[in-house]
């Protein structure tokens, strides 16, 4: 059967993993190591995939603890990276009986959690990341910097359809100012790779983005329309001309 997950070569060392359209992850690959950013969804198997590309010693970093991008731990037995901070939600998003019982039946379990922090270095061998982070979208939310090719891996803490509905969100004026203290970013990156993209996205989406937080907060979403999700019904506030949203709640301003 043709696997869900489709790969694209973004650059020399650089693979964008599409799962289906649902959600990316990436696969960096230096000298020494290779990281993978993200594993997805967990329904195919994104280590037999991996492989395919290459033998290195593998670490898989985590951006954030949302199934949609941790799932595909199950198939790793190699460090598996996540920041302190979404531990717990990671927890209960591999908690979900459909999950359990995917992974029970395939003699499959998820890998514990190492922690990794603001600041942390990840040297590959001619490639580096660098670890930021960005609480937000959740509590642990993180980007990494792959500094040699000035491109910003941000999971969902910025990307085109922003969700801060979240009960685990920040509020947007704290998100803010989070925003604000990693702005020396802009000057290290050219480009963007989330969570949810096939295709490099400029870094002016981070400038995009923090004035639309910047214009909910000041106006209280004037503009914005409703957005219905499997958790009910929230709002999103356009923020650019491509179709951008930003999703939020109107009593977590
Ligand atoms: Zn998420």
């Known amino acids: 059967m043709e696997s869900r997950i489709k790969v694209k070569k973004m650059d020399d060392g650089v693979w964008l993993l599409d799962d289906n359209g649902e959600s990316s992850g990436y696969l960096v690959c230096g000298e020494k190591k290779a990281a993978v950013i993200d594993t997805m969804n967990g329904i195919d ?3 037999a995939v991996v492989r395919e590309i290459t033998d290195l010693p593998l670490m898989v970093i985590n951006t954030h603890g949302h199934c949609d991008h941790i799932c595909g731990n199950i198939y ?15 927890h209960e998003h591999t908690s979900f009986p459909e999950f359990k019982k995917f992974c029970s039946e395939r003699n499959l379990k998820m890998p514990p959690f190492k922690a990794i922090h603001d600041g942390d270095v990840i040297d590959l061998g001619g490639l580096t990341l660098e670890i930021i982070l960005l609480p937000g979208h959740t ?3 993180i980007c990494l910097l792959l500094k ?13 359809h922003l969700w801060m509905q979240l009960d685990t969100s920040l509020p947007l004026k704290v998100f803010l100012k989070n925003l604000d203290k990693i702005s020396w970013v802009k000057e290290k990156a050219d480009k963007i790779l989330h969570g949810h993209t096939r295709e490099f996205v400029d870094i002016s989406l981070f400038d995009d983005l923090r004035s639309g937080i910047k214009q909910i ?8 329309t409703e957005y219905k999700w499997f958790g009910g019904i929230s709002k999103q506030f356009p923020f650019d001309s491509k179709g951008s949203v ?3 709640s109107e009593d977590k301003l």
């Open 246 to 248: 930003i999703c939020f």
């Open 217 to 224: 907060i000041e106006t209280g979403g004037k503009g914005s």
């Open 139 to 141: 509590l642990g939310s």
């Open 76 to 90: 790793f037995d190699c460090d598996c990276f996540l920041h302190p901070d979404d531990t717990e939600l990671a």
């Open 148 to 160: 040699e090719k000035r491109i910003l891996f941000t999971g969902d803490g910025i990307n085109q």
């Open 45 to 47: 198997d994104v280590h």
